[in-house]
């Protein structure tokens, strides 16, 4: 998709079944290279990173068949351990494919990866953990090499920060890692857990996910089995943001209320009402938001730095000031001077953004700058007076399965074009 075109100015109400998680479906992907057998992952969003990720698991020997929502990856004779540029630069989570390709195979050869421009995103924590699990790491202008002599082995590893991309990594490759590994300072995310969980259905032996402390023990061989991919927080914030932008009413279904928790205190201080209905969640959502003060991202359980973008889209014409602090990723506010076009009052400092609402943003021509930013200025472009078109949507499909489609069951007036 490379434009979405949205006509704002309908109240949303209706209910939409939140999709399989993005960020937990690329790790589980890549963590069925670790096992020599067939794995069957349901729940599977239809999304560009997991077409890119399954193409870099068959141009590994794996092979890989999608029916419905439900993907087989057979891991059970990989065959290469190189992962070229073009596929690596396809996505940031090629980099989950390290700690697998160490483990089965002693050795991997691979790229700096690419993904969203939100930040810097370097790979030390991963490549430094590797080390301590007995990699060697040569580095060439581009390539990175990695050997492992004596075969991957346990290590007392400690983050200096709960990088969620790191945890995996550690995780998938101590699985089946020679002796134990303890990991202090981990991320708690919820698809951390929803890895976690997956392996131990395979065999492996981890325990402590969600919590800082991690430990791994490794295990000789893991078997495969069928495991379904947890609903998408992520999806589901922006959801709710997008009832509430417009005034609406939304009954989202198949959630995890647990996994939202960061995220709807803020909705209820914007004057939402937000009800919890046995695996749904009900919003209902006042004429015009209330600004939700200030906020500040931060690793699991703090708020998500994946939300904040649709936060900033419903302060853009909450009636007050709101305040954003991003902590994780320095080039998130990117996306403001987009939002600037259709009519928003936002000021950058730095890592923190003001932002003065108005009473309504008008239709414009932005651009996607990442897929949550992208995202945002289609949820904004929703409550907006006139047409708004998107450019750079194909962003949006990195993580949304069909987001016009989705939006449009309830009520939005909203296309690809
Ligand atoms: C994952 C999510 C992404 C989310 C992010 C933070 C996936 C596929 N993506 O990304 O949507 O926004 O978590 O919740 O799950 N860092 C280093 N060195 C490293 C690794 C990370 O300094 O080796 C820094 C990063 O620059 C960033 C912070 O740690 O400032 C968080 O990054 P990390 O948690 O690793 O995010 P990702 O795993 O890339």
């Given at each position: ?7 704002g ?7 939409i079944?939140v999709q ?5 479906a ?5 963590a ?7 794995c069957?992952?349901?729940n ?27 993907i ?10 190189i992962i ?21 195979f002693?050795?991997a050869e691979?790229?700096?990866p690419?993904g969203c421009?939100?930040?810097a995103r370097?790979i030390?924590?991963h490549?430094?953990a590797m ?18 002599p ?8 400690n983050?200096?920060?709960p990088s ?19 990991l ?6 919820p698809?951390?857990?929803d890895?976690a ?8 032996k981890?325990?402590?996910?969600g ?5 791994i023990e490794g295990?000789r ?11 998408d ?5 922006s959801?709710?943001?997008a ?5 609406g ?8 209320h ?7 205190p803020?909705f209820?201080?914007?004057?939402c009402r937000?009800?919890?209905v046995?695996?749904?969640l009900?919003?209902y ?9 200030a906020?500040?991202?931060a ?15 419903m302060a853009?014409?909450?009636s007050?000031?709101?305040?954003i ?10 996306q403001?001077r ?7 009052h936002?000021?950058?400092?730095g ?25 945002a ?18 962003l949006i499909?990195?993580?949304?399965e ?16």
């Amino acid at each position: 998709m490379a434009e979405l075109t949205v006509t704002g100015g309908r109240r949303l109400m209706g209910e939409i079944t939140v999709q399989g998680a993005k960020n937990s479906a690329l790790p589980l992907l890549a963590a069925t290279f670790c096992i020599p057998a067939k794995c069957t992952l349901q729940n599977m969003p239809a999304l560009s990173d997991v077409s890119a990720t399954l193409s870099i698991l068959r141009h590994l020997g794996c092979t890989a068949r999608r029916e419905g929502q439900s993907i087989t990856i057979d891991a059970t004779t990989p065959a290469r351990y190189i992962i070229p540029e073009s596929l690596m630069r396809e996505l940031r989570s090629s980099i989950f494919l390290l700690g697998p390709l160490l483990a089965r195979f002693g050795r991997a050869e691979i790229f700096a990866p690419g993904g969203c421009n939100i930040g810097a995103r370097p790979i030390d924590l991963h490549l430094a953990a590797m080390k301590q699990m007995g990699a060697t790491i040569r580095q060439t202008d581009e390539k990175i090499i990695l050997r492992v002599p004596r075969g991957l082995h346990g290590a007392d590893i400690n983050l200096r920060f709960p990088s969620v991309g790191a945890t995996e990594n550690i995780i998938m490759a101590a699985a089946i890692a020679r002796g134990t590994t303890q990991l202090h300072g981990a991320a708690r995310e919820p698809e951390i857990v929803d890895l976690a969980d997956f392996l131990n259905r395979c065999g492996a032996k981890i325990s402590g996910a969600g919590k800082s402390d991690i430990v791994i023990e490794g295990v000789r061989r893991l078997h495969g089995c069928t495991y379904q991919v947890m609903p998408d927080r992520i999806i589901a914030s922006s959801c709710l943001s997008a009832a509430a932008l417009t005034g609406g009413e939304i009954l989202l279904r198949g959630v995890n209320h647990a996994h939202l928790a960061p995220v709807l205190p803020a909705f209820r201080r914007m004057g939402c009402r937000v009800t919890a209905v046995n695996d749904a969640l009900h919003l209902y959502a006042p004429r015009r938001l209330v600004p939700f003060g200030a906020l500040v991202t931060a690793p699991y359980p703090g708020f998500p730095t994946d939300s904040q973008s649709a936060f900033l889209a419903m302060a853009c014409t909450a009636s007050g000031v709101s305040r954003i602090k991003e902590t994780i990723f320095e080039s998130r506010f990117h996306q403001a001077r987009e939002f600037a076009k259709m009519g928003a009052h936002i000021a950058i400092r730095g890592s923190q953004a003001e932002i003065y609402g108005v009473p309504r943003l008008h239709g414009a021509r932005v651009k996607a700058m990442d897929l949550r930013g992208g995202a945002a200025l289609a949820v904004a472009a929703l409550g907006a007076h006139g047409q708004t078109t998107v450019t750079c949507a194909e962003l949006i499909d990195r993580g949304w399965e069909d987001i016009a489609g989705t939006l449009r069951r309830i009520g939005a007036n909203i296309a690809p074009s």
